[in-house]
């Protein structure tokens, strides 16, 4: 199995900027088709981005494209999230996934889950 650690979250104003990491173990990380989902307060979770096995090829929400940015570092075994012009719709507990079925952003395809880090935008 992977195991994912999320790091980075923190309190950030409107219009700031924030970058998230997470740090993979266990199975050959390359392997994997890496991404993040997010909940807010009383929501279910939500897709965020995705990013396949090499790195070239990434999809993400539309609610945080041309903010956000995935990327991977396989041989450090680390994923990241650049979060970009944040506002209060992107608090949230966000989730580091894995997924060794192919390259999808469907929830049911990641078999792995990290913990979540929160992620607070303030006004």
């Known amino acids: 199995q992977v195991h994912l650690v999320e790091s980075g979250g923190g309190l950030v104003q409107a219009g700031g900027s924030l970058r998230l990491s997470c740090a993979a173990s266990?199975?050959?990380?390359?392997?994997?088709?890496l991404g993040w989902f997010r909940q807010a307060p009383g929501k279910e979770q939500e897709f965020v981005a995705v990013?396949?096995?090499?790195?070239?090829?990434?999809i993400y929400a539309d609610s945080v494209k041309g903010r956000f940015t995935i990327s991977r570092d396989n041989a450090k075994n680390m994923v990241y999230l650049q979060m970009n012009r944040l506002n209060p719709d992107d608090t949230a507990v966000y989730f580091c996934?894995?997924?060794?079925?192919?390259?999808?952003?469907?929830?049911?395809?990641?078999?792995?889950w990290g913990q979540g880090t929160q992620v607070t935008v303030s006004t």
């Open positions: 996934v894995a997924g060794g079925r192919g390259f999808t952003y469907h929830r049911e395809m990641f078999e792995y």
């Open positions: 266990g199975e050959t990380f390359s392997d994997y088709t």
């Open positions: 990013i396949n096995r090499s790195g070239g090829n990434t």
